[in-house]
């Protein structure tokens, strides 16, 4: 898949996230009436109803909010086990997540790392 | 004066429909056999019915249900997608229609054949460019488990609630089953046992989770006039409420506060009662936690220990607050959404026909549907008084 391609995975509002996951940046919007940030992204401050809103490249730290170690086979790109967490980024907002290579608890301090796909964009994933 | 003591609403008729592993009826059909079994409760058929009320049957449910059944001139109609908890929330939609009288008797209704048709897959959507595709499914958090077991293990870290507490919930419930004779499961089950059940998703185990059986079933709601009748005694409604948080994991407000708080609230508000009034109550028992933080939130206990206080067969048989009394999700039956399940058993319980498992004295009942991941609830308050 070319890189174009690879652009073209999400949609309208999320492309300036695939287009800086694609070199390895983790951005999320910033508003700039209200300083709140917010993901995933929609078209404005959803905190403030303001347009004023921006990307921002986030720090790429992140506390684990929850986790589960899941033990079951939902489909074959999944190979048990694994850890599922929620993280809850340095900014405020939360994301679905996986922990990568290590056997973390809630609360520990995670920073980003960047899983390889085959047909999309790199995945932000988390390491300790 | 709330809209419900100006009007007052009846649930009239109540039924189950075929349960447990089907394979001569259609969902359609199990539908009809309920409905037509609930209406007689009422002492009506089919031509009564103005108001259609479903929820998962297929595309316009409503409007699928209405053809299939021969009615062809409803006024009121309405098929919300809110997950397990659509039912208890059709009360209210049903309520208030009847109040404004823009329909006189409604049916609710509801089936699925999910464990013949092994209709259920906890893998995420196919797709790339849906919200839950893009920003939750890459990281194959199994659907719906996945989600209740990072709420149980939120909870777990911030109130120190254990294993061993969850699984009280599940102890209790196949107490109750084992004096219900359409429950599924039915042989003896212990704190040990579900302890060492499979892990499924930590720290959920393979026995706090909830069946997948087929099932469904059918209510009558009616305003007093007509409800008198009705062949078995109608139950009245006086409080009812709902809510919803969140779609996506990451989108929880709180992963330990659930829209019970409010849905509770509304109805506990309206019917003007606190849960020191509540004689029983059917929970929504989709996983152990569902109950533990369903009961936090509706005020039966403070946030956080929901653990102490399921503890010691407070909710089996002969507990303090008797719950999950057809035996709940976990032991009883479990078509994908139980909602309507819980507002049957309810009203039975209110009529005194529960049998052997009937809650003596029982004079107000509670049924709280949740939906989704811990995304939606309704909370009924019914009463026999």
């Known amino acids: ?128 | 004066m709330n809209v419900l003591d100006k009007h007052p609403v009846y649930i009239a008729g109540v039924a189950e429909s075929p349960l447990g592993e089907i394979y001569d009826h259609t969902e359609l059909s199990m539908v009809a056999v309920a409905a037509r079994e609930a209406l007689a409760e009422a002492g009506m058929t089919l031509k009564d019915v103005d108001g259609i009320f479903v929820n998962y049957m297929g595309e316009q449910g409503s409007v699928q249900v209405g053809e299939y059944l021969g009615i062809h001139s409803a006024r009121y109609l309405d098929s919300s997608d809110l997950g397990g908890a659509a039912f208890e929330a059709f009360v209210q939609h049903a309520a208030l229609a009847i109040a404004e009288e823009r329909c006189e008797v409604a049916l609710v209704t509801y089936s699925s054949r999910q464990r013949s048709l092994r209709g259920r897959s906890m893998a995420p959507p196919p797709g790339r460019v849906s919200i839950t595709s893009q920003f939750e499914a890459p990281y194959g958090l199994p659907f719906p488990i996945g989600y209740y077991a990072m709420i149980a293990a939120r909870h777990m870290h911030l109130y120190g609630t254990t294993s061993a507490q969850l699984a009280e919930i599940a102890v209790a419930a196949r107490k109750w089953a084992q004096m219900n004779p359409k429950a599924w499961k039915r042989d003896p089950l212990t704190v040990k046992d579900v302890l060492d059940s499979r892990l499924i998703c930590d720290p959920l185990h393979a026995l706090d989770c909830c069946l997948v059986t087929d099932g469904g079933g059918a209510l009558v709601l009616t305003n007093k006039s007509r409800a008198r009748g009705a062949v078995k005694k109608p139950i009245r409604v006086i409080g009812m409420g709902e809510s919803q948080t969140h779609w996506h994991a990451a989108q929880m407000p709180d992963m330990t506060v659930s829209p019970g708080k409010i849905s509770g609230r509304e109805a506990f508000a309206m019917a003007g009662i606190t849960p020191a009034d509540v004689d029983f109550i059917e929970p929504y028992d989709s996983f152990t936690i569902t109950v533990l933080m369903a009961l936090e939130d509706l005020g039966f206990c403070q946030k956080g220990e929901g653990g102490s206080f399921v503890s010691g067969g407070r909710l089996a048989p002969g507990g303090a607050l008797p719950a999950m009394t057809m035996g709940g999700g976990l032991s009883y039956n479990h078509p994908g959404a139980l909602g309507l399940l819980l507002l049957v058993e309810a009203v039975r319980q209110l009529r005194g026909e529960a049998g052997p498992r009937q809650v003596k004295n029982a004079k107000i009942g509670v049924a709280h549907g949740v939906g989704g991941v811990f995304s939606t609830s309704g909370t009924v308050v019914m009463t026999n008084e």
């Open chain 1, 1 to 128: 898949m070319s890189e174009n391609e690879k652009l073209k995975y999400g949609d309208a509002i999320s492309a300036p996230f695939w287009e800086a996951a694609a070199q390895r940046r983790l951005v999320i919007q910033h508003c700039r009436q209200c300083g709140a940030y917010q993901f995933y992204p929609r078209p404005y401050c959803i905190a403030c109803g303001a347009d004023d809103i921006v990307w921002e490249n986030a720090r790429g730290e992140a506390t684990i909010y929850s986790m589960t170690t899941v033990r079951v086979q939902i489909a074959p790109e999944f190979k048990p086990p694994y850890i599922a967490a929620v993280v809850q980024l340095a900014e405020g907002p939360r994301m679905l997540a996986n922990i990568e290579g290590v056997s973390p608890k809630i609360g520990d301090r995670v920073k980003i790392a960047w899983r390889e796909r085959e047909n999309a964009p790199p995945l932000p994933v988390w390491t300790l």
